[in-house]
């Protein structure tokens, strides 16, 4: 008996709306799909812009620029001024960041701003024209000082006494103002059991202008502690995905800092200790010795080697206790980009420059060329 010729009809018309259902839910979910990766790219696209727009120019940039705020200026003219001068990187950026803080009151002036100043900054200085004047004075600390140096060099541009400041960058008072101020920067890490000077590493190396004639001498360090904390802020992220803490990622850019010379690659040298720390190596860097010692000295003997200190990194794997110096951006991002290598050695030679090899044999053999001429 053979099947209704409408029934038959009815199921091919009914299979056939099924397919054209299923292409069309297809089409849709793939249209559905496109939309959703092209709107994250947007957005995501969108953040990164905005978040960058939010930063400095250039964080290492402190050269004044001079410029001028008319009587009158509205938040838009004074937003495409600054973005005119490259002291912001988007003028509609800072001008939605003034209306969602409700800052005002912004006074006309000639003024001296600079590439390195944050949207905090800026919006301070053009409140209270704190920009207005020439720096009475300034100082300016160089990559790889310590702790001690930086005081000397501070004695040397105020009135105050080398013992003096000391006795300030070491107060603990002083201190946990710094780490209330900074918490993301000064962590508990800073007061390790064997950590010498719990400042030592966080003072930026850079050159500061003061505009008043004789600030106090909390006045003349916190700039340096500000400093770091915003140059280390745009790392932590990649800290935290490292599994790496604030503490060490300084420490490590120090010891990078001290063993650089300028033609070193730097994440040659990262690379180096981290290589060391991952096959449980001691770092064996001469500039932890001389720390631990408290001198500096042209070159290392085999007697001071001997030195019982935890940042003896000859006698103690792994990192040393805390930062030996006060390294430069470079330093820190070397520190957290080392590059991809097999080196376990290197040795500077007296021309500066830096040989990287993977044997001691290796090793022994460059330093018999280089250094002891055998």
Do not use: C, W
Request: charged share 30%; no cysteine.
């Amino acid at each position: 008996m053979s099947e209704d010729p409408k029934k038959d009809t009815f199921r091919k018309n009914l299979m056939q709306k099924q397919s054209e259902a299923k292409v069309v839910r297809r089409i849709v979910l793939t249209v559905f799909i496109i939309l959703i990766i092209a709107f994250s790219g947007i957005i995501g696209g969108g953040y990164l812009y905005i978040k960058s727009s939010l930063e400095p120019v250039d964080p290492n940039d402190q050269t004044a620029i001079d410029v001028t705020i008319p009587i009158g200026s509205s938040v838009s003219t004074i937003s495409r001024i600054l973005e005119e001068h490259d002291i912001i990187k988007d003028d509609r950026v800072f001008k939605y960041y003034i209306k969602f803080k409700n800052e005002s009151g912004f006074q006309a002036g000639d003024y001296k701003l600079n590439k390195s100043m944050t949207f905090k900054d800026i919006i301070t200085s053009l409140k209270e024209g704190k920009l207005l004047s020439e720096a009475a004075f300034q100082i300016t600390i160089p990559e790889g000082r310590q702790l001690t140096e930086i005081a000397s060099i501070i004695a040397n541009h105020t009135d105050f006494e080398e013992t003096e400041i000391l006795a300030t960058l070491t107060d603990k008072e002083f201190i946990n103002s710094m780490k209330a101020k900074y918490p993301d920067l000064l962590t508990d890490d800073i007061y390790g059991e064997n950590v010498k000077y719990a400042l030592e590493g966080y003072l930026f190396p850079a050159t500061y202008p003061y505009y008043k004639e004789k600030p106090t001498i909390e006045e003349v360090i916190e700039p340096m502690v500000k400093k770091t904390s915003e140059v280390v802020a745009k790392y932590i992220p990649k800290l935290q995905e490292q599994k790496m803490s604030v503490h060490e990622f300084v420490t490590m850019a120090s010891l990078i800092e001290e063993e650089a010379t300028e033609k070193a690659d730097r994440e040659k040298i990262s690379s180096v200790f981290y290589n060391r720390i991952d096959v449980n190596m001691p770092l064996q860097t001469d500039p932890t010795v001389l720390y631990a010692l408290g001198e500096h000295k042209d070159r290392v003997l085999y007697e001071d080697l001997e030195v019982k200190s935890p940042y003896n990194t000859y006698q103690n794997k792994g990192l040393p206790p805390g930062p030996i110096a006060n390294a430069g951006e470079v330093s820190f991002v070397a520190a957290l980009t080392p590059e991809d290598t097999d080196f376990l050695y290197f040795l500077a030679t007296g021309e500066g420059e830096v040989i990287f090899t993977k044997t001691l044999e290796e090793h022994n053999k460059a330093k018999s060329k280089h250094i002891t001429n055998n």
